[in-house]
């Protein structure tokens, strides 16, 4: 079944170096249902790109909501422990 | 013989620095530990006495209300809102000023536990060691326990009890693994207590657990015990069955049942029995079988010492049986610790982590540190020992 | 031995009877005797003791007592009567004080390696000059493996199955041939429950696994082969329970392994 629906983000970042953290920190993590979501990460310069593909929108809204719970903590880590 | 000063510290320091997250159930916890640098750990079996130094130890607990368990979403939530500024309190506490310097690893909880919040801690870990450039180490939560309480307590080779909400093993070390002896065939003895605190009731403030001991302790009538099933099966256990018939009898207390027998006198209509009664028949069943499982594995290693780790540690009445078993054992020891150590937190992961990490195990690519539910104690390899 | 132990027993006993302690389980101290209270030629017996243990409610403990040797005793007189099955034989029981009466088994190890339980037997071979897998080994591990499938498939179970409750006796100190008694039913039942039957066959493996885990995978092999033997006698039916039990055996392993521990 194809993964309809999208949904692509673009998080800016102070620093190249800082997207690429990021884009390294949510990387790793094996995706549940791989036939019904997909997630990429890249780095453009300063900014995160992640692309979401999926199934469904709630499905989308719920791995979207994830990553970017993710996101928060990657965010908040870098202004208070850099 | 080990040496556990092959890996030099970083820094031109005589001495390594572990930062350690622990996250795997409702407690997050993040510790600062040091070891020196001394002569005697290049040759020998000394990794229970690293001569650690606790720089901190801070911890927040996610308590839900009266009545509730805690779930994997919410306690992923809790942990991401308090895992950045719980490290910022931690290296500061420590005196750490330069994290990229100072610190020679990052340890954190792999597993075993609930995946959410082990993830939302993991996420930290990764960004910390990507912004400092300082390696990862991943540790068995169990591992973890262990490895403090030997710390801890200095105990060389003991039988280990690991008792907490989501474990109960009888653990005894043999050629580089902690092989589990005995453990529950169903639930685990922390789970059970806070599912019947649940059924009472009663407060999860400080924890479930220790409220049922202070109802337990202010029981009456000590002589007479409630009978409940005895469940050891060899060197396992199982408690599902007595967390059922002591749920139900609970139950029949509180909604009057008077035909209940056990419950009610049958001319007085009067309860014969107290909520302070069903804990003290709980802990003393529940006890016993943990100490007979203990006493069997003992048997079967010879061994005459008994750590017990774990969030169960804490209670004083399984301390104070386990210690009367021992001593009838051939004079044996309990070794316990406190709550700083017997509950979850970030000190024992940054202390085990550093042990791997010394013996050449850290993390080399990223895809290492995905988080895992399931994580036998016996599948870590412990280099650190003999 | 613990002093008070001692001095329990030997208070509860005939003065005079002579008792040599010979080991202290987890449970019952065990003694052995050369003298029977009433039995005019005797022998040498064995006398189990379960001692009240001081860590446990005194109901816990006195229930837990009188339960474990009562058990005991009605199984063993039971399994006594099984063709092929290998038991102690009963002699007297006081279940109220915690006695058990029972024919003596077994003999010293060559060498000083200690008493002829599986555990010291494996441990004999795995020393040194011993070979871990010579036929000795492996016929008395597959024999082992038949006492428990006889065991399992009259509909019961050990409950404790580890290598320090399987006894080699032989009929004489030069024969290179042992044959297994199973001992110690203190935890034993009756039972149809494939579950008890797999749940035996774990806590043994992982006894294995756990002091011998050099060799252990044979080990368990051989143990499983000589056990199935047993169930392979009895045509369909027997292959049918068979493939039951190994099932649900693999089932319990696999549970230890995936339990989900949080905490």
New interface residues.
Partial sequence: MALEHSLDLQIPFETPQQAQIAVKVLKPDPILRPDDFEVDYVSNGSVLEVKFRSIDDRVLRVGVSSVINSVKTVVEAMDELS | MVNLNAVAPGGGREYYVALGLEG???KLGVGVVKHPVVGKHEGGDFSYDCESQILSNVRDTYITPAGEGFLPRDTARHHKNWCVRLIKQALEEAGIQNAAKDLDVICFTK????GAPLHSVVVAARTCSLLWGVPLVGVN??VGHIEMGREITKAVDPVVLYV????TQVI?Y??KRY???G???DI?I??CLDRFARTLRISNYPSPGYNIEQLALNCKKKD??L?LP?T?????LSMSGILAYIDNLAKDLFRDNRKNRQLFDRDSDEAKISVEDLCFALQ??LF?ML??IT??A????NSNQVLIV??VGCNLRLQE??Q??CQ???NGQVHATDERFCI?NGVMIAHAGLLQYRMGDFVKDLSETVVT????TDEVYVAWRE | M?E?VLAKVYEYLTPGLPVVPIA????AVVFTSEKHPYLPNSGKFILKYRPP?????P??DK??TKHRTIGEARLLTKLFLIEGLKVPKLIACDAYNGYLWLEFLGEELPHGKGFSNLKNFLWMYATDDGDPYCSIVEETLKKVGQQIGLLHWNGYCH????S?NIVLSRSGKNETSWQPYLIDFG?GSTTDSVEDKG??LY?LE??I???H?AHAEAYNEWLLKGFSEIYKRYGDAGEVKLKEVTKRFQEVRL?????????
């Fill in positions: 795997s159930a409702n597993g075993p536990g609930m939560h169990c907490s909400g989501g474990n005894a043999s050629e092989r589990i002896f453990e529950t065939l685990a922390g789970n007479t015990l009978e005895y050891v099966k060899g060197m396992d003393e069943n016993a100490v007979e006493e069997r003992m048997a079967h290693v774990g969030g049986m386990m009367q078993m009838d054992r051939a979850d539910q399931k994580f036998r | 613990s008070d202290q389980g987890a449970e243990k001081r860590y446990r409610h109901s816990i229930a837990l409950g404790d199955l580890t320090s935890l749940v035996d806590v992982r006894a696994i756990s002091t885990s549970r230890g392994r995936k339990r989900s521990m949080i905490g």
